[in-house]
Every structure is written in C-alpha cells, then in structure tokens.
C-alpha cells in the first residue's frame, strides 16, 4: 500500500513526522511512502502550490496523508498560486466530496474544552461537511459597479446530485452511529439551501430508519455551544462545514484535536488535522500532533480496511492524554516531539 505524504507549511511537517512514527510503529514496512511538496512549500520550489508531480503522486496513492497549508509570504499571489489552492484542487480533482470531521471530547479534556465540562462532556458528533461544490467553487472574481466601485463575488451554487450524493453519507454515517441526522442550512435565506433541504427531504424516504432533522446554521452555531450532546451527525455544505468544524473543534477540547477523511465514492480519501499550518508558532515545537495522529488511525480504518490497527492508536492517544501528556494549546507544556513520545510509549 502506498501513503501519500503531503505535509506543506508550518507545522504541518512537524505533525507529520509525528504521524509518521506513528504508523511505523503500527503498520511497520508494510506500507511503503512517498512525500512531495504541496502549498506554500511547493510555490517556492516550483513555482505552483499543487505540481503535476504532487497530483501525479496522490493519483497513484492508496491514500493521502496531508498535514497544512497557508503561508503569510503568499498572501499577495494570485489565488490560483496560493497555498490554498493545493487543497482545493486535491479534493476537486480527486473528487473527494465527502469530508468527516468527528468531534469527540477525550475525558481527560474536559478542562480544555472552552465550555463548562459538564456541556463539553456530552460532544460525540460527525460533521458531514460537503466538500466539491457550493460558494468555494463558483464563479467568482472582482468587478466594477456601474458607479465604478469595486465589487467582488462568490456564487453559491449546487446541484441536486451533488446534495444528494453528500446527503446519503450523512444518512449512512448516521445509520452506523445513533440513528440521528441534522441537516443544516440556511433554507430562510437561500435558494442553494431550499434546494438542499428538498433534496435531503426526497432522500429520507430510503432512511426511514434515521431521525432526521434541520436547523439553520445561525441557530446550529448556537446549539453547538448550548447543549452539542444533542447532536449525533450534522450533514451540511462546503461553507457552512468549515465554520461549524472550527466550532465543533474549540467545544472538544482543542483545534489541535480533531482529525478529519475527505472520501471519493469508492473510499479512497485524503487525511488531515483539520486545523491550519499555523505560521506563527511553526519551527518551535508546539504544534500538536494528535490531530494528525488520529487522522492516520482514520486512513487506516476508512483507506486501508485496518480497523483493528485505527483502534490500537486512538487507544494510544487516549492513554497519551491519560498519563498527562499536554501540548501548549492543551494548557501543558509537551513539545511536538514530547507528544509523539506519549503515543509511542503507550501503544
Ligand atoms: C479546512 C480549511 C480549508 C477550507 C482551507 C485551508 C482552504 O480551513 O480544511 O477546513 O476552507 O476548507
Ligand atoms: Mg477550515
């Protein structure tokens, strides 16, 4: 089986290597490894954000293990050459629609969380987030108003395959854990979002099983604070996923915390911590690499069909936490590497 190594700016080489001593552990030689540079890193050295080779390479990968993208250097690119992009264009051109970020609070986390323990305790949810289509990948640009103002737009657009394609993994992910969907849209506003709440409505009557439900994502942002033990999984659009994962993240203890599987439809998927290359502590050993460290255990049990292997390392991370270990954004004072260490010496 061949892993894709992406690990791009910031600290996303640090987690990365972490990860990678990790699956070593686990999986020993019966993975092998290629890595190739993506994003700000990739820019540099090749003057585009995602090469042919690196797309050539996550083509030919069994799976993509993915660490960050974003560099304040390239803040003044064109869009198509920011680091950005690399990301985007992995999921557009693999077709990796069906993002899960599962936010789960470790026990031994209660305190980190942002919320009172006793609401934060309660948090066991996926987020269904789709991720090839909506006001990410519409037209867009910068225009003049008749007034000759500058103007710049974002269409927000998706189809009622594309709902329904991303709507079903929220329906079958549902029926794997308890039974509960919540489609979340802003259907008062949006004609994107009536479409959308029609088309998961269509779709319920093959999942007569599962307790559907909708919220608008004003109230959603608001619930997720309030009392998130009510909610099992959450399917939603490209924009709205982005902002309620940060959100789900911060009520589970850390951003340093959640992992994340971007699938195609056969299962083929690209992993990522789903927080950013965070420039500003890059280089000093800080970062925390459990999100990228529960990312590998998802490629294992999504990807490579290795549950039992996916289990033995979120048992780690577990322990890890147990016996005390904490990065700075966990309030201890851990390195990356110390990290890596606590997971090691616990599997
Ligand atoms: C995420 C990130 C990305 C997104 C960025 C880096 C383009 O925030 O994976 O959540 O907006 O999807
Ligand atoms: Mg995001």
New binding site residues.
Partial sequence: MLIALLPGDGIGPEVIEQARRVLDAVCGDTLTYEEAPVGGAAYKAHGHPLPPATLDLARRADAILFGA??DPDCDALERHLRP?QA??GLRKALTLFANLRPAKLFPELADASALRPEVASAIDMVIVRELNGDVYFGEKGMRTTAAGRREGYDVMAYNEDEVARIARVGFETARARNGKLCSVDKANVLETSQLWRDVVIELSADYPDIALSHMYVDNAAMQLVRNPGQFDVIVTGNLFG?IL?DQASMCAGSIGMLPSASLDANKKGLYEP?H?SAPDIAGQGKANPLATILSAAMMLRYSLDRGTDADRIEAAVASALANGARSPDLGGTHSTVQMGDAVLAAL
Avoid: H
């Fill in positions: 993208v974003g950005e990301i985007l982005d994962s789903i950013g």
